[in-house]
T-cell receptor
Framework: KAGVTQTPRYLIKTRGQQVTLSCSPI?????VSWYQQTPGQGLQFLFE???????NKGNFPGRFSGRQFSNSRSEMNVSTLELGDSALYLC?????????????FGQGTRLTVV | GEDVEQSLFLSVREGDSSVINCTYT??????LYWYKQEPGAGLQLLTY?????DMKQDQRLTVLLNKKDKHLSLRIADTQTGDSAIYFC???FGGGAQKLVFGQGTRLTINP
């Protein structure tokens, strides 16, 4: 069974640009969550999608957005990039049904803003 | 509030047991998790415990949960060099919605 796949693994962008990151969940998983990991702030929750609906959102500015497709794949977008957006972006997938709520993470996309 | 606290560093000798501690705030959490992160990698789910349990054992890993004190610990028996990593505890919020709040992570170093 394939794990959570995130693409691309590495990205370098310039301030002011926008970026789209992709996450393919484990087959059968309908929930996808996104997290930002930085040395200063640690792991912070961005948002969670279930069946194409955003169910929960963290405390990030509106420049951070996401969506989920009917096949459960998810994308997150960051517009008007700032230097402080440099981070490892991790996505996690979960069945999120009944007692099956374990979240499995991908390898992450490392974004560097210059 | 949503707050999970861990000590930042732990150093043990190879073959000894490692105990990583964590305190959390929300007593209504259903699950508490332990993740492992190696350099340059994502998060690997190690184990989790349901909130109505006191203990869970999985091979070399033992999780203890003290709900009264909101204290969670992970014990790694017979620690090996491959156990060197950062260990995160995480508390699940939001009911059915997948929102995890993580501690700062404990960097485990193994001494030969």
């Amino acid at each position: 069974k394939a794990g959570v796949t995130q693409t691309p693994r590495y990205l370098i962008k310039t301030r002011g640009q926008q970026v789209t990151l992709s996450c393919s969940p484990i087959s059968g998983h309908r929930s996808v969550s996104w997290y930002q990991q930085t040395p200063g702030q640690g792991l912070q929750f961005l948002f969670e999608y279930f069946s194409e609906t955003q169910r929960n959102k963290g405390n990030f500015p509106g420049r951070f957005s996401g969506r989920q497709f009917s096949n459960s794949r998810s994308e997150m977008n960051v517009s008007t990039l700032e230097l402080g957006d440099s981070a490892l972006y991790l996505c996690a997938s979960s069945q999120a049904v009944g007692m099956n709520t374990e979240a499995f993470f991908g390898q992450g996309t490392r974004l560097t803003v210059v | 509030g949503e707050d999970v606290e861990q000590s930042l560093f732990l150093s043990v000798r190879e073959g000894d047991s490692s105990v990583i501690n964590c305190t959390y705030t929300d007593s209504s959490s259903t699950y508490l998790y332990w993740y492992k992160q190696e350099p340059g990698a994502g998060l690997q789910l190690l184990t989790y415990i349901f909130s109505n349990m006191d203990m869970k054992q999985d091979q070399r890993l033992t999780v203890l949960l003290n709900k009264k004190d909101k204290h969670l610990s992970l014990r790694i028996a017979d620690t090996q060099t491959g156990d060197s990593a950062i260990y995160f505890c995480a508390e699940e919020f939001g009911g059915g919605a997948q929102k995890l709040v993580f501690g700062q992570g404990t960097r485990l170093t193994i001494n030969p």
